[in-house]
């Protein structure tokens, strides 16, 4: 395995840690706890991009399904996958890969990575919603009311948050040959 592979994967488990930690900052609701994990999703996509940051979220959903701790509320195991909140971790990694993907398509900068960490927010949002609604049995005005209307402020200021502050990381991992960039800019 090469050096820069090597640095790659240790990224993505240091990532998948990151959000293992962040998930333990909760604030309760009825249904599903505002936490961390979603800040922790956009600033993983946004500092390692679409292939290393979706491997960090498969991780992180992989440690949670075999019975680690690392889901909200020091939760985990399959049930929690398969439960009425797993929709929203299983998100997380297709979120991982959209918002890095456009990123890598785009630019690597504050206004581009808050455009794609909002996209982003709406997968994990659209995917949690629709399992939410089949395992609870919902109706989908039920499932939006509870599933997607009490995110979508918060989401966009942790969509927001996770942009400035990935942006910088990913800067600074860059300079310090932490991380190689790779920009993949459209053609003029």
Request: positive net charge; contains cysteine; proline residues 4%.
């Amino acid at each position: 395995m090469n050096h820069t592979r090597l640095k790659n994967l240790i990224l993505c488990a240091l990532f998948a840690a990151i959000t293992a930690i962040l998930a333990q900052v909760t604030i309760p609701l009825p249904i599903i706890p505002i936490s961390g994990q979603t800040l922790a999703v956009g600033l993983t996509a946004t500092i390692l991009g679409s292939r290393y940051g979706t491997v960090s979220m498969l991780v992180y959903a992989g440690l949670g399904a075999i019975g680690l701790p690392v889901f909200a509320e020091m939760s985990g195991g399959f049930g929690i996958i398969l439960g009425p909140t797993g929709g929203y971790i299983i998100g997380f990694i297709f979120t991982a890969f959209v918002t890095g993907w456009l990123l890598e398509h785009t630019k690597f900068n504050t206004p581009m990575a808050i455009v794609a960490n909002v996209v982003g927010m709406f997968v994990t949002l659209a995917i949690g919603t629709i399992q939410l609604k089949f395992v609870l049995d919902l109706s989908w005005a039920k499932a939006m009311a509870a599933g997607v209307y009490p995110f979508l402020l918060v989401g966009v200021v942790k969509a927001a948050i996770a942009s400035v502050v990935g942006i910088q990381v990913r800067s600074r991992l860059t300079k310090f040959g932490l991380l190689t960039a790779k920009n993949k800019q459209p053609a003029a």
